[in-house]
Every structure is written in C-alpha cells, then in structure tokens.
C-alpha cells in the first residue's frame, strides 16, 4: 500500500521539477533576447545620434550664424546710409499702446535700445 503512493508522488516530483526547469529556461532564454534587443537598441540610436544628430546640429548652426551674420551686414548698411543710426520706424498709433506700465517700466522685459522703439507713456 505504500509502495503505490511512493510511486504516485515520485511521478508527481519528477513532472514538475521537469515543467519547473522548462519554465526556468523559458525565462533566461526570454532575459536573454531582452538584453539582445537592449544591446541591438543602444547602438542603434548611438549611430543615429552621431551620424544624424550631431551633423544636423552643426549644420543648422552654420546656416543660423550665416542668416545672422546677414543680417548684421543689413544693419550696418542701413546704419551708413543714414548717418550712423537705424533709421526709425513709422509711429503707427496702434503700435505699443500701454494704457499702465510693466513693474519694470514702459517698455517690454526684452527691450534692445539698438533695435526697438522706445515706448513714450501715454
């Protein structure tokens, strides 16, 4: 009567110690890929970023330097036609209308004096 039972739950021990391993392996050979893909990722975008990135970055600042250095040119242009100084914009009466004042005064928080137009209080 013992022996029956012995046999039933070796073959009971013997099943899922075997389903157990299978599964353990499913899961290394399933981390496995995981880090494949990692790897297969991370160097992927490590070209991208060196051969598309970077070459696009510098482009775009010589093209911004060049359409800068443009208009620095245009500037200076205007500066000799008119003795010195940028000529001044047409005061328009629906141009920088305050009704109060910023906390920092009149004019805007980016105000250049070389480029915008001094706003008078009204």
Same mark, same amino acid.
């Given at each position: 009567?013992?022996?029956?039972?012995?046999?039933?739950?070796?073959?009971? @021990?013997?099943?899922?110690? =075997?389903? &157990?391993?299978?599964?353990?392996?499913? *899961?290394? !050979?399933?981390?496995? +890929?995981?880090? @494949?893909?990692?790897?297969? =990722?991370? &160097?992927?975008?490590?070209?991208?970023? *060196?051969? !598309?990135?970077?070459? +696009?970055?510098?482009?775009?600042?010589?093209?911004?330097y060049?359409?800068?250095?443009?208009h620095?040119?245009?500037?200076?242009?205007?500066?000799?036609?008119?003795?010195?100084?940028?000529?001044?914009?047409?005061?328009?009466?629906?141009?920088?209308?305050?009704?109060?004042?910023?906390?920092?005064?009149?004019?805007?928080?980016?105000?250049?004096?070389?480029?915008?137009?001094?706003?008078?209080?009204?």
């Amino acid at each position: 009567m013992i022996r029956p039972v012995l046999r039933t739950s070796v073959r009971a @021990a013997r099943t899922f110690s =075997t389903e &157990a391993g299978a599964a353990g392996n499913d *899961f290394v !050979a399933q981390r496995a +890929a995981v880090k @494949a893909h990692a790897k297969d =990722t991370t &160097a992927l975008w490590r070209n991208i970023s *060196f051969f !598309a990135c970077i070459p +696009a970055i510098i482009g775009g600042s010589f093209w911004a330097y060049k359409l800068e250095a443009d208009h620095h040119h245009h500037l200076e242009h205007l500066k000799e036609e008119n003795g010195g100084e940028l000529p001044h914009p047409p005061a328009y009466e629906y141009l920088n209308i305050r009704i109060k004042p910023f906390p920092w005064g009149m004019q805007s928080l980016f105000f250049n004096p070389d480029v915008n137009q001094k706003v008078e209080s009204a």
